[in-house]
């Protein structure tokens, strides 16, 4: 899975102190990071790494979450029904789901909830099927405006 957003920013003549703190805080990080920030009081703005492609780990769940929640708004998708986690819809990784009973019938809603709160694979893989599927997902992602952003099947 790929997440990037490209940068909407002028590039920057000098570093601002809001860079140079960003660039410090960043230093102490153990890996590469990419961040862009703005101060919606002053305007000012800062980039590190903005436009560079990261793999999105958990990050790909916030869109399938947004998805979701424009889906039930269009009156396409019930946030109170129920989906069966059976062995053939469990996945391993993270998340509670892989640690209960086969059977349980948690709602949509509570799918979105674990997705988001325990980055459960469990429940990212049957909202995502849920939104229509990783082509329907990256279709709507492109629309959107996020032609940086795709969703890449596990497969």
Request: no cysteine; charged share 20%.
């Amino acid at each position: 899975m790929m997440f990037a957003q490209p940068s909407r920013a002028p590039p920057q003549a000098g570093k601002s102190e809001l860079r140079r703190l960003l660039e410090a805080d960043l230093a102490k990080y153990p890996a590469t990071a990419g961040v862009y920030v703005k101060n919606l009081r002053t305007g000012e703005e800062a980039m590190i790494n903005a436009d560079q492609r990261f793999s999105s780990v958990s990050v790909i769940r916030i869109p399938i979450m947004i998805r979701a929640f424009q889906l039930a708004d269009q009156l396409k998708l019930n946030l109170d029904a129920r989906v069966e986690i059976t062995r053939a819809t469990l996945r391993d990784g993270t998340g509670v789901f892989q640690y209960l009973d086969m059977g349980l019938k948690p709602t949509v809603r509570d799918l979105i909830t674990q997705m988001i709160i325990t980055s459960d694979n469990t429940a990212t893989d049957l909202m995502t099927t849920l939104v229509g599927g990783v082509d329907s997902l990256n279709v709507w992602l492109a629309a959107s405006g996020y032609t940086q952003t795709r969703m890449v099947s596990r497969g």
